[in-house]
């Protein structure tokens, strides 16, 4: 099927459960993005700054761009423009070095926070102690340019659904706890990002509102990468 067809398929789907879908498009050309954008899709996923910035110049100015990849410090400068949201947050350092940027532009950056839920040593993200420590320092209560609308995870590239079943319903019930205890008055803390194409029908099931899909959307890539966020 087209990368139209696929999107119609998929926001069929998506809508009506109040699911949004990110379109990863990392490697993709802008004519695939172009051909999903003219199907109605206006959020996309990239996992690489420079390749972020350089789609970003030349496509249309009405896409949301989500970062969904490992963000290193010294890249923050580039994306803080014109991103709409930075999903991937694993540390308390990037989040300061993200207020920095938002505020030397005047904005307000929506983050996700990962949680490392995956049996991978090559996954980023927060454990549940470290997150709650985070939350609770007066470092992340000082900064003034990020709001924090969620978490993200990627589960274990396992074909055993029962692991992968697990460590979503594991990053919900963390969800569910952090918005109790941190963000019960803050109704934009809305936002659970888990789900890819070879899980996001098993993370919807256990509470998913956001998934991230690429080969679903653009069909399977030729050569093959580790799984990272596709």
């Not at 350092?93 to 005047?106: F, P, S, T």
Request: hydrophobic residues 40%.
């Amino acid at each position: 099927m087209s990368i139209a067809t696929n999107i119609e398929s998929l926001q069929v789907d998506l809508k009506p459960i109040g699911v949004t879908l990110i379109a990863v498009s990392k490697t993709k050309s802008n004519e695939e993005i172009m051909e999903a954008y003219t199907a109605g899709q206006r959020i996309f996923g990239e996992n690489m700054v420079q390749e972020m910035v350089e789609k970003y110049e030349a496509l249309p100015k009405d896409i949301a761009w989500h970062l969904i990849g490992h963000l290193q410090t010294n890249k923050v400068k580039y994306i803080a423009p014109f991103v709409s949201m930075i999903q991937s947050v694993d540390s308390l350092k990037v989040l300061k070095e993200i207020d920095k940027h938002a505020g030397r532009h005047h904005r307000v950056i929506d983050c996700l926070l990962q949680v490392y839920i995956a049996d991978e040593a090559t996954k980023f993200g927060f454990d549940h102690a470290e997150l709650i420590e985070m939350l609770r320092s007066h470092d992340f209560q000082d900064l003034q340019h990020v709001r924090i609308r969620g978490l993200m995870g990627i589960a274990t590239n396992t074909e055993n659904e029962k692991v992968i079943k697990e460590e979503f319903y594991e990053l919900k019930m963390l969800f569910d706890g952090i918005k109790t205890s941190f963000f019960r008055k803050e109704d934009t803390f809305d936002t659970l990002s888990m789900g890819m194409s070879s899980d996001y029908n098993l993370a919807i099931e256990k509470g998913a509102n956001m998934v991230r899909l690429g080969s679903t959307i653009f069909g399977k890539r030729i050569i093959k990468h580790y799984k990272n966020n596709d």
